[in-house]
């Protein structure tokens, strides 16, 4: 019997990775236990309870950016949150510690090498965070999202994926989702999200060209994020959700999404087949624009600059492709030619091995490792809803 400690968090696009691993393990390995080390202010706060999982939380601390009284303060709180992690670690017999990334990771990440406790990380960007970066110098366990992600040791593993998207049949479930949401079935469907958070130039975007696309026939699921100020206007086929607890519906309701190009959100719009028009966070280290490379390479998804996403561009481009279901259905074809849906078991198996490894004595797992991400069993590159790989939760 093994413990786990899965750290990280902050946004959807951290925590549901995190809880489809912890839901696999469990699965395969029923009398093993999993403890999630995250921050009260992020959404794993609601998310990881919900599932069923312990929360143990430390203070959220984002790493300085700039000379102020916050970096001088930082060294010491973050030495505080690794001690208190270490402390976790040796009161609950941890054997592995599993990083996504987020607030979380890094002190975790520090704490297990200081206890000697093996690490297992996922990578679900293509750029990859801080954090990360630095737990790939402290152990082969590394699986990474895409093919193109410059990570140490890392392996292809996908994204993991939540049960219900794994499994998802859009046809089929059709109408359960378009009741769920009170939508018309005799209207095709753009579902628009910006993540957990929200995407405000998005948000006001749609917002402002609701009645446009109405107009042109669709009907709008907009799903605009518990910080948005946006609320329900008096229009027939625009339907806003402050957050949507069951997307898996909302996938199978939709025929076509506009986004942010998170690495959740490509990978689960890759997985269930559908296209889409993607907007990369214009602010961080631009990982969303790679995130969106292999889709759109593939023809499944159109990337537009989030300047460039305008009431304009909705006009003479988004509405352009709204109108042609000939391309859309080519779109989706092509964005489920990217998709896969096995991340969650390749990923399990990653710290299978490391717990193994631990109670053999083995030194790390070297198969398949390399220092660019392309050797090893790949799944194919492909969230959330999701956000950028600092963990960083605000919106332009």
Request: glycine share 12%; aromatic share 6%; hydrophobic share 40%.
């Amino acid at each position: 019997m093994s413990t786990y400690l899965f750290a990280g968090g902050g946004t959807a696009g951290h925590v549901n990775p995190l809880l489809a691993v912890a839901d696999r393990l469990t699965e395969r390995s029923p009398e093993d236990t999993v403890i999630v080390l995250g921050t009260a202010e992020g959404l794993e706060s609601r998310l990881v309870p919900m599932r069923g999982y312990e929360l143990l939380t430390i203070p959220r601390l984002p790493f300085p950016r700039k000379p102020n009284a916050a970096a001088l303060r930082f060294p010491g709180a973050f030495w505080r949150a690794v001690k208190r992690t270490e402390q976790i670690i040796r009161e609950r017999d941890v054997d592995v510690v599993l990083g996504v990334g987020g607030y979380a990771s890094a002190p975790a990440y520090i704490a297990a090498k200081r206890t000697g406790t093996p690490i297992v990380v996922h990578e679900q960007n293509a750029k990859p965070g801080l954090a990360n970066r630095l737990a790939a110098f402290l152990t082969s366990h590394v699986g990474v999202t895409f093919s193109n992600t410059r990570l140490r040791h890392s392996r292809v593993v996908g994204m993991p994926l939540r049960r219900e998207i794994e499994s998802l049949d859009r046809r089929a479930s059709r109408a359960e989702g378009l009741a769920e949401f009170g939508l018309d079935p005799a209207r095709p469907v753009l579902l628009v999200t910006g993540g957990s958070s929200g995407a405000r130039s998005i948000n006001t975007t749609i917002n402002r060209s609701a009645a446009t696309i109405v107009g042109a026939g669709w009907q709008v699921l907009h799903v605009v994020g518990g910080k948005s100020e946006i609320g329900p206007i008096d229009l027939d086929g625009y339907t806003v959700l402050p957050y949507c607890d069951r997307m898996d519906l909302a996938y199978a309701a939709s025929d076509f999404v506009v986004s942010r190009s998170g690495a959740g959100m490509v990978c689960e719009l890759t997985a269930v087949g559908l296209p889409s028009v993607l907007v990369p966070y214009p602010v961080g280290n631009g990982e969303q624009r790679h995130n969106a490379r292999d889709v759109v390479g593939a023809g499944g998804a159109v990337l537009v600059a989030d300047q460039e996403f305008d009431q304009d561009w909705v006009t003479f481009q988004l509405l352009g492709i709204l109108q042609d279901r000939a391309r859309i259905a080519s779109m989706a074809v092509r964005a489920g030619s990217v998709g896969h849906r096995d991340g969650a078991d390749r990923m399990t198996d990653l710290a299978l091995d490391a717990a193994r490894e631990r109670s053999t004595g083995g030194t790390g797992s070297t198969n398949g490792t390399s220092t660019g991400g392309t050797n090893g069993t790949s799944t194919g590159s492909t969230n959330g809803t999701s956000t950028n790989s600092t963990g960083t939760t605000e919106e332009p």
